[in-house]
């Protein structure tokens, strides 16, 4: 518009419209300011970059990935497709200098009720493999932070932490108001709303560049505007190829193709096309076996075989792939959806496009899983039609000029290539009958390629995502408050003592293949994962339990220097291993921190409840554990070993603990203020600090009553007690914890609860006692009746069995402990494998021999046991992996 116009456009505008005018143009005056300024500071970061390039190369797990691809990919200072090397400008910026004499933090551990769904537009607006809901992260860091603190998270997958601390100065008003409700019903101090900061890293560059783009602000009126130019586009260039011929004549849009293998009958070795002798659509039914319409035999999937294609890739060459046929198209025409059987006319046959890059899948457990059937790069778990597709947006996303809209795109582009992939999967449930969608993103987790595979339309995925990915980025983040790096969490450097809280989900044993699958979309991006330091357990990268365990202490060691001292860690756990479990435990106690809770997410009721034994880990926990005050440090220092540096550890450990946890109007339980695991984790302070153990337990189990005060077989100091009391009076029923049987400790445990209810007798506790027993196959478990004989008192008139009294309970222990060392003694002779054995004993073995500082005969009791039982015994794999230590420095 020329300024005449602009002037006779003015003229027939009343004040209003003129001062909305006005107001536009200097808002768009204003963005081009920023615009400029947010270009020329790239700029000038990006050529700091640049310089660092050759220095920070020299770092283990830098990505696989040119630098032009690597600048490509970033937008410093506030993410880097590599290691960033602004982390201590931004450390310097918004942390705070950490000084003991003058610090006043405390809190106990967050113990209150955690459950957020999924359904939500941030958290669906990628498809990363796992997420954790950024709302239930924000009550980790409203609980642990204050506004303006700094968190740290070293595997941040899709930055939910980031938008987290984030979100905590702007929450939605129901968020808001729910939040205070709850902490309010449990008496829990009123959150503090307020933005935090947090620094962000991870080793796989598509994580980082996921959670660039959820930390990141974005205008989402621009982000749709551009999203429909570039889709406009490729509709105008390629949207024939999405288009079917209706029974009237009429041309249909195609919304997705389904796509059955071809098996080879074990018979007669003619080909059956899956979908067509299974799939029975009046029945509404999926048979396991298919009739060969050759020769009339019947067989399984797992009996027959693949017929196979060649195919002519123009970069990887000719190569054999599983043979696939197109059996039905679903449409839209004449304003309904229709389904049709598929004909070789209704799908047109496209050849595989040439790619810029064909990347080899790597040599991974997921990465390799479908070589057999020619799908050996990335770019093969897209169809040619959808290839050349995926192709056609990615070059016009490239030609956006503006940075932060560029990357947003490529979010886009990126969160829809699974479901747009061969990995998409025909519901057969849903298609059949209706209900729910019939077409998902496939087995998550894995690479798996589905019988019946989905050729979902990107065009229409992409109208549809982009109408909701731009507003979700807005809502994720209003403003810049995060830093991002990709590089390995051993290797983050944030200096000491300079971050607020550390929130911790990293991978679990083997449970994801995270550097294979990511290849998808990395391939894409131009920057791949160093998988050396990734940390997984996995037979073809020839990572073993004690390797993976290894490479989280190192993960944990950086996180322990990084953290204030007295601040807390949370680490969440996925995994149904207890070796892995123990794994984490060992790692998190060697690096430094003291484990203050456990609790186990309860799936049916979406709460958090308190655990007692490792035979939880079959559900998702959350672990608390804190970085002692150097103070305390210096002092145990000075007393390592003697009586009162025991007591002050149990005081310091105590003051950390929750005094009052209710649930629903019902006392709950603190595991960790009970007796024995006050003594576990006074023995494994001492055991990785080096030190002597003072006491053995019955000895402890009797100083703890005389100078701690017991409520409900929980121990308190003084002013603890009196709080709980005054707390106990409102919620008189207390929940009993949830005790798995599986050894001899854990039976104890279960008796103990048992009998603190009322005391019982044999007949009473036997039947019940079965019915939890999970018995170990190593361990040689005594029978109820030993046991109870060892630990716990009988009434001889009424012949009920109780706990007994703390003096008494000492010598008890002392006995006990007596004929567990003298069971150890008889395990000693020989070198041959140890088939049946206690487990109780091993344990008491281990403790005295650790006491009398025999590190090598710790070592060689341990390579006589299962493997599996030394790593899924925490007490065990402590002594030996320290015993480990020692001996090694000695």
Known sequence: MSPRDRSTNRLLMNSDQLELMDRSLEQQAIEQSNDAASEAR?????????????????????????????LALSDPPYYTACPNPFLADFIAEHGTVYDEATDDYHREPFAADVSEGKNDPIYNAHSYHTKVPHKAIMRYILHYTKPGDVVFDGFCGTGMTGVAAQLCGSPDPDFRATVEAEWAATGHPKPEWGARYAVLGDLSPA????????????????????????????????????????????????????????LLCPGCGAEVVWWSATVDEIAKLVNTQARCPDCGSRFSKEEAGRATVTVVDPVVGSLRQGKSVPVVIDYDAA?????????????????????????????????????????THAHHYLTPRNLTTVLAFWRRIDQVADCRLRLALKFLLTGMLRQVSRLAK??????????????????????YLPSFSAEVNPLQTWQNRSRRIGEALAMAAPA???????????????????????????????????????????????????????????????????????????AFERAYRALKCGRWMTVEFHNSSNAVWNAI?????????????VRVLDKGGGTFKSVTSAGAVKQDLVISAYKPRMGFEHRFALEAGTEQGTWEFVREHLGQLPVFVENKGRVEVVAERQNYLLFDRMVAFHIQRGATVPFSAGQFYAGLHHRFLERDDMYFTELQAAAYDRRRLEAPDIEQMSVFVFDE????????AELLTRPQTFQDLQPKFLRELNQNRYEELPELRDILEQGFLEDPDTHRWRVP??????????????????????????????????IEAVRAGFADLWAKRAYAAIIAMAERLPDEVVQEDPALLMYYDNAVTREGAG
Not at 426 to 442: I, M, R, S
């Open 745 to 752: 400790k854990s039976a104890r445990q279960w008796i103990r």
């Open 335 to 375: 304003g309904r959806r229709w389904k049709k059987q598929a004909t070789s006319g209704d799908v047109p046959s496209v050849a595989y496009p040439a790619v810029p890059i064909a990347v080899r899948m790597p040599d991974g457990d997921e990465g390799r899983r479908n070589d057999g059937v020619g799908v």
């Open 42 to 70: 790239r700029t000038e970061y990006l050529e700091r970059l640049r310089a660092a390039l050759p220095e920070l190369r020299k770092l283990e797990g830098f990505p696989i990935g040119s630098d032009e691809d690597i």
């Open 207 to 262: 994580a980082t560049f996921i959670a660039y783009n959820y930390n990141s602000p974005i205008n989402a009126k621009t982000f749709k505007r551009e999203a429909e130019r570039i889709l406009d586009e490729v509709e105008a260039e390629l949207g024939w190829m999405y288009a079917t011929p209706h029974s009237d004549g009429s041309t249909g849009r195609i919304n997705y193709v389904v796509w059955s293998e071809v």
């Open 805 to 838: 009294d703390p003096g008494k309970q000492a010598d008890l222990e002392a006995l006990r402990q007596r004929g567990l060392l003298t069971e150890f003694a008889t395990y000693l002779p020989g070198s041959s494998r140890l088939k049946r054995f206690r």
């Open 480 to 554: 810049r408050s995060s830093i991002v790096t990709t590089q390995s969490a051993l290797g983050v450097d944030l200096g000491v003592e300079s971050v607020d809280y550390v929130f911790l989900d990293p991978p679990f044993g083997s449970n994801i293949s995270y550097s294979d699958l990511n290849v998808l979309w990395e391939a894409w991006l131009g920057v791949r994962t160093q998988a050396e330091q990734e940390a997984i357990v996995s037979r073809r990268q020839h990572r073993s339990l004690p390797e993976y365990q290894a490479l989280m202490e190192a």
């Open 585 to 597: 435990q060992v790692a998190i106690q060697r690096a430094g921190f003291v484990m203050a809770d």
């Open 426 to 447: 025909v519901g057969t449930t849903y298609y059949l009958n209706g209900g729910g969608g019939a077409v998902n993103a496939g087995l998550l987790g894995t690479l």
